[in-house]
């Protein structure tokens, strides 16, 4: 899906999308948007920050972030408190115009690739303990629960508690998450893992599952325990 207010730059990425076999969905408003939303659940948005009936944030918040779609801010606002804030909200890269159709689209691919491709950490599900909370991590299905409720990680999330714990209990350096995560944009600051991760503690309840070790990194403080 791409969500974009301008006629020339939707018009061009879709069909600059068409041209490379996806599928898409154009929408120039977020009532459209919300309407498809209602008829089909794709594989990665691409959403502009001003739009003429809402804002991209607001909408990735209410309506993306909810139904676990991965998404991508395209946006002519480039200051860092706009990138922190779309990151925070769990995107998955933000890409300021102007831009190069031929890297949106290799961006696309590798967010596509690894949203499909998560490595599995053992045939069965992972089961852990702290204090009297228990955390299941199951691969297979891509399912966190804790307590036996689901908590829903965007991709970026999902990716930085995998990393951590398939390192069972080893720090990593922000550098070293952002290596196991692979995320695309150069842009990325050791303040942005930290929002990815900040979000991500906020979800699992306890900020004690992911432990930051200052002046080293994080790790993951979960006890193994038999499922």
Known sequence: MVLEDSESILQSVENYLRLNDYEVTACSSCRDAEEKLDQLKPDLAIIDVSLPDGNGFFFAREHLVS????????????QESDRITG????????VVKPFSLKELILRIKAILKRAADHPDISDHTNQWKLNDDILQYDSRIHRITI???DIHLTTTEWDILSALIQHDGAILSREQIQSNI??????LSPRTIDSHIKNLRNKLGNPEWVKAVRGFGFRFTGEACLA
Request: no cysteine.
């Open 87 to 94: 990151f925070e909200l769990g995107a998955l890269d933000y």
């Open 182 to 187: 692979h995320l695309l944009s150069t842009e």
């Open 147 to 149: 307590n036996a409720s």
């Open 67 to 78: 139904r676990s779609i991965p998404f991508v801010f395209l946006t002519s606002q480039n």
